[in-house]
C-alpha cells in the first residue's frame, strides 16, 4: 500500500482521478484535491439506512474516505460524507439473512455498516483501510480512537418503542432515534435534548434514559467527581446495528432508484477498483 501511495503521489493520473471525482459530486460536493493526497480505490458498497439498504458509492483517499448517493453512476453522485480516516475503527460483523459481508465502520461522530459484493471484496476493502489508517497513526502518532459513536437500530427492527415499550409506532406515530443509545423510540420516550459538542454544536435528541445518565454525568463533573460515568448500553439482543440519519429520508425522491433486480450479493460481481 505504501509503496502504491508513493507511486502515484504527485502523478498527473492521480490529479485525473481526484478531478473526476471531483467533477461527479459537483457543486454540492467539497474539494479533494489536496497535496499528497492520493486516491487508492473506489467502489459500491450497500450501506445499512435507517429505513432500508441502499447503494453508496465509496472512494478510498489516503487520509480519508468519502461516500455518497448514486444518481447516475460514474457521472453523477450527490449527498457527500468525508470521514478522516485517523478517526475510523473498523469491525468485521457476521452475515445476517437479508446481508451478506458486512463490516462497521466506527467514528466519533458517526457509526455504520456496509456490505460488500462478496466476501473477497470485503477482504480487500478492509485490509486497505486498516493499511491507511495504520499508516496515518503512524505517521500523526495518534492513538486509535476507543470512543465512537452509537449506531442506528434500523427502523424495521422494532414496532414498538424501544424504551417505554408501550406505544407502537405508525403512520401517524413516528420513529424516532437516541442519538446516544441509537434505539428507535417514540416521540414522549425523547422530548429531551442534550449537547454532545463531539457529534453537534446543536443539541440532540436523546431518549429518556440517556438523558438521565448525560444529567447524572454532567453534574458529576460540575462537582469534581473524578469516579468514571457508568457506561450506558446500547446493545439488545437481536438487533443488529444501523447507521445514522445520512440525509436519507429523502434519497428516494431525490435519487434515481437503483433497479429494483440489481444483484449486489453475485460473488461473481466485481464493484470495487483499488488502483496502481
Known amino acids: 500500500m505504501k509503496e502504491m501511495m508513493d507511486h502515484l503521489v504527485n502523478t498527473e493520473i492521480n490529479s485525473q482521478r481526484i478531478a473526476s471525482v471531483e467533477n461527479c459530486f459537483g457543486a454540492s460536493g467539497q474539494p479533494l484535491a489536496v497535496p499528497g493526497r492520493v486516491l487508492l480505490g473506489e467502489g459500491i458498497l450497500t450501506k445499512e ?3 432500508k439498504p441502499k447503494p453508496r458509492v465509496f472512494f478510498l483517499f489516503n ?5 455518497g448517493s448514486i444518481v447516475i453512476n460514474k457521472r453523477k453522485y450527490n449527498s457527500q460524507h468525508i470521514i478522516p480516516l485517523e478517526d475510523v475503527t473498523l469491525e468485521t460483523l457476521p452475515d445476517t439473512l437479508q446481508m451478506k459481508n458486512r463490516w462497521m465502520i466506527k467514528t466519533l461522530k458517526k457509526s455504520f455498516v456496509v456490505s460488500a459484493a462478496s466476501l473477497t471484496e470485503r477482504k ?3 485490509s486497505h483501510l486498516e493499511e491507511c489508517i495504520r499508516h496515518l497513526l503512524t505517521k500523526t502518532g495518534r492513538q486509535p480512537s ?4 452509537a449506531p442506528w437500530i434500523p427502523d424495521k427492527a422494532t414496532d414498538i418503542c424501544m424504551r417505554c415499550t408501550q406505544t407502537k409506532f405508525s403512520t401517524l406515530t413516528r420513529r424516532h432515534h437516541c442519538r446516544k443509545c441509537g434505539f428507535v423510540v417514540c ?3 425523547s422530548r429531551q435534548r442534550f449537547l454532545m459538542p463531539r457529534l453537534s454544536p446543536k443539541p440532540l435528541r436523546v431518549c429518556s434514559l440517556c438523558y438521565r445518565q448525560l444529567m ?5 463533573e460540575a462537582e469534581g467527581d473524578q469516579k468514571q460515568p ?3 448500553d446500547s446493545s439488545m439482543t437481536g438487533y443488529e446495528p444501523s447507521s445514522g440519519d445520512d440525509s436519507d429520508k429523502s434519497d428516494d425522491d431525490k435519487v434515481e432508484r437503483w433497479p429494483a433486480d440489481a444483484e449486489f450479493y453475485a460473488s461473481e460481481v466485481s464493484w470495487s477498483s483499488f488502483h496502481s
Request: hydrophobic share 35%.
Open 63 to 67: 487520509d480519508i474516505l468519502v461516500y
Open 124 to 126: 480487500e476493502w478492509l
Open 230 to 232: 457508568e457506561q450506558i
Open 216 to 220: 447524572a454525568e454532567k453534574k458529576k
Open 49 to 51: 439506512c435507517r429505513k
Open 146 to 149: 476507543m470512543e465512537h459513536a
Open 187 to 189: 416521540g414522549d420516550c
